[in-house]
């Protein structure tokens, strides 16, 4: 049985990018996941409010090999106000493993962008999310 997702979720994101130091950028992120029968939705926004995104498609699946569940999903960004040298929209891709021990449940995995692709500076990185309590 897969595990419930619905709630929120708070997490990192650590980039490939980096910034005007060189330094590798870190974000803090919350994700809300809503999930019935006739649907599924997740959002994601930085708590700095740099930036948020959509979900446009999305998969939930479970690897018939191992029996482990993964959260596969392409998503939309905007910036509202970006800096000089970033995009204000951009699409991405991401592919999270559900880990669930005993009460703790973690989303966990990798996500790549087009960001600032024409500029070479693309993003990819690790996600690590777990679910906020209420």
Same mark, same amino acid.
């Given at each position: ?41 997740? =959002? ?5 409010? #740099? ?21 596969? #999903?392409?998503?939309? =960004?905007?910036?509202? !106000? ?11 891709? =991401? ?31 690790? !996600? ?7």
């Amino acid at each position: 049985m897969c595990p419930n997702l619905n709630g929120k979720w708070l997490g990192e994101i650590h980039s490939s990018y980096a910034d005007e130091n060189g330094n590798k950028v870190t974000k803090e992120v919350e994700l809300t996941v809503k999930a019935d029968l006739f649907g599924f939705s997740l =959002a994601l926004r930085s708590l700095d409010g #740099y930036q948020e995104s959509k979900v446009i498609q999305s998969e939930l699946y479970r690897d018939p090999r191992t029996g482990t569940f993964y959260l596969s #999903y392409i998503f939309e =960004a905007s910036v509202p !106000i970006p800096k000089e040298t970033d995009d204000r929209l951009f699409d991405g891709a =991401a592919k999270l493993e559900i880990i669930v021990k005993e009460e703790k449940t973690v989303l966990k995995g990798t996500y790549w962008t087009n960001r600032a692709w024409q500029r070479g500076m693309n993003t990819a990185g690790l !996600i690590t999310m777990e679910r906020r309590h209420s």
